[in-house]
């Protein structure tokens, strides 16, 4: 199981506040934000292009939602989408915001001027009704003005937070209205719908923080630490320290316990850099190696490949010739070097996959990619027209057949 990412709840709000502008762009956080901008585009649909948007909205107050659940239960990072991290409450609180919205809405267009009683309430009581219904899913306690009072009173001063946010957001629609003729519409509605999205799942992250850091005050026992312990990430924790205070003493015996910990699960990535400073110290250079080959397969498995590219470059320090033990690694990491400008490992990797797997269906796709890069550079075009008349040889009916002998006119013409 892949590494739970925690906040402490004792962690200060100035310094998660500061964070909380880069959660909503963190892992799943800026797809989800990104795809519910671009679901506005659903109400250019005909006939049913109003529902269409209420839908896009009461989806993004529900992943919101869900967000504010998973930051109130201690992890740090957004939640993926579909994780129904609040369930059912979620969607009430969805629905609320939706009603609140149309309210807002209606009121400005039958009775402007009631809106200054309207949006002082709104901006007041949301944060107080969301978080009610983190603590218990309750619709009719979440939606009492008692409740609302308790719950500000129990935050104190923090509690203006998610409420400037809340105003900043309404200033937000305020703008989007204002200034929506200074951009066509179909420009527009993205980038706004982003910035709303993004404010949204701010707030609500921010609302996370504050029941998180106050779970104990109001009865609530955060996940997060709970599910560490069960997959024994805590004991990963105490594992490398004993570890690193033994091999002072016997460093043979830490790392049989750290292979032996190696062994049994995945393994966070303490453990294994642990592992491999003790084997670089005890100058065990192949077992660098087959363990290098076992990391790079457990990163690839936890779509953390560029690290796993890391330890390529690591290995390659001990063994020139080393390159991931499976095709599709080999590839897959191939590629990731080529699109992140890293030509050397690129070819390295390229390479390796031709020699190993030189009738591999793929193969003909990474001889591209090597001539290519070689190609680029004057001193080697002469070896990238070779290996692209092998590649042509070899493989004269594949798809790429046409790509390869395409760059082989464009490398013989500068030649």
């Known amino acids: 199981m892949p590494r739970i990412e925690m906040v402490s709840a004792d962690t200060p709000f100035g310094e998660r506040f500061a964070a909380g502008f880069g959660y909503p762009l963190r892992g799943a956080g800026l797809a989800t934000c990104t795809a519910l901008a671009l679901a506005h585009y659903a109400s250019f649909l005909p006939a049913i292009g109003t529902l269409a948007n209420l839908l896009v909205w009461a989806a993004t107050w529900r992943y919101a939602a869900d967000c504010m659940q998973h930051t109130a239960n201690g992890y740090a990072n957004p939640p993926d989408v579909g994780a129904d991290e609040a369930g059912t409450a979620g969607w009430a609180l969805a629905l609320i915001h939706l009603v609140a919205a149309l309210l807002f809405a209606a009121c400005a267009w039958l009775a402007p001027s009631a809106l200054w009683l309207l949006v002082p309430v709104l901006v007041l009581a949301l944060p107080a009704i969301d978080m009610s219904l983190a603590f218990d899913g ?17 935050f104190g001063g923090a509690y203006l937070v998610p409420v400037a946010i809340n105003l900043l957001l309404g200033a937000m629609v305020a703008v989007a209205m204002l200034t929506s003729a200074l951009l066509p519409r179909f420009l527009a509605l993205p980038l706004y719908g982003f910035a709303y999205t993004w404010l949204i799942v701010l707030a609500f992250h921010l609302m ?141 990797l390229g390479r390796g996959y031709l020699a190993h797997w030189p009738r591999d269906e793929r193969a003909p796709h990474y001889g591209l990619l090597v001539a290519r890069l070689l190609g680029a550079q004057a001193e080697h075009r002469v070896e990238a027209v070779v290996l692209l008349e092998k590649l042509a040889t070899a493989w004269p009916e594949h798809p790429l057949r046409k790509d390869i002998a395409t760059l082989q006119r464009q490398l013989v013409g500068t030649a």
Request: hydrophobic letters at 45%.
């Open 138 to 154: 309750n619709v009719l306690l979440a939606l009492n003005p008692a409740t609302w009072w308790r719950i500000a009173l129990g």
């Open 208 to 348: 996370g923080v504050l029941i998180h850091q106050r779970h104990e005050r109001f009865g609530l026992e955060p996940e997060a630490p709970k599910l560490a312990k069960a997959i024994g990430q805590d004991e990963d924790s105490r594992l490398v320290d004993e570890a690193r205070t033994l091999a002072g003493s016997d460093p043979m015996a830490a790392l049989r316990q750290l292979a032996e910990r190696l062994r049994q699960r995945t393994a966070p990535a303490p453990v294994h850099q642990l592992y491999r400073e003790l084997l670089r110290r005890q100058g065990l250079r192949d077992d660098l190696l087959v363990h290098g080959q076992i990391w790079i397969a457990a990163l690839i498995a936890q779509n953390e490949a560029r690290r796993a590219l890391g330890v390529v470059q690591e290995c390659c320090t001990i063994d020139p010739a080393f390159v991931p033990d499976d095709p599709r690694t080999c590839g897959e990491l191939a590629d990731l070097a080529d699109r992140l400008g890293m030509a050397r490992l690129a070819i390295h």
